[in-house]
């Protein structure tokens, strides 16, 4: 029985020597996460950093960062911490990053948007009606999607968005007023229009400044416009940078050949 006593006390002192115990260093420091104990992120995937003080931890110290998401990876710790999500082609999602140093722990809530919070919300969709114009045998809307629209005089307004849109769509036929056709209209880089195709020489992006006066406008690498009953999305890559533009409303169309 002696023995048997003996061994469960053994057993009960190497389980304990086991147990972490925090260092007098670590008990005296004080974790602070000064980047903010919320992110929200971008849809798009990127390398994102959030900063901490150790106050009172010994020279070279670092604490712990874990995150069980999937989407969330490469957490790497120094003077900083780093971490990496992935493309979010989905809804919006959370994940917590734990951060611990000893016995103090921190969580910092990361939010990822969803690609359409993540868009610019345009204020306006409208356009000239050209029928054929220009394009015989198709019709030809010459289209804007703008954060804030134009003035009365139809010029650009100040601190203002515009992106330009050649469309093509199959021959409007009849005499009521004509509407954009539903679908999806893809960049056109042949110098010849074709339906269903956003041609490339007239689309383009420009900003004004705080004048009115627009920037160099840039022409679209590539892009695609989804229009859909009461929403139209565009989504374009310029100069290396993707845009992502959402307008849910009513359509404005003047018809030129009134």
Known sequence: MNRLLLSFAAIAMLFAACEPVN???EENATLTITSGETMQLSHEAAIHTITYTLEGAKEGAVPTATCSAEWVTDIAVGEV????VEANDGDARVAPI???YGNQQKTVLVRQLSP???ALKASYFGGIYYGSIYSPGKSNYFMHLSDNGFNEQGKDKPNSKYYALDLYAPLHEGDDKPTLPLGTYTLN????????TIGMEYSGYRETDADGASYEPSLYDN????????KVTLTCTIQGTEHRVVFT??????NALE
Do not use: N, R, Y
Not at 189 to 196: N, S, V
Not at 223 to 230: D, I, K, M, P
């Open 81 to 84: 911490i780093t971490f990496s």
């Open 98 to 100: 734990i951060v611990k």
């Open 116 to 118: 359409d919070e993540a």
């Open 189 to 196: 880089t042949d110098d010849e229009p074709q339906i269903m």
């Open 223 to 230: 892009a695609t416009l989804v229009v859909e009953e009461g």
């Open 23 to 25: 260092t007098p260093a």
């Open 249 to 254: 409303g009513t359509t404005e169309i003047i």
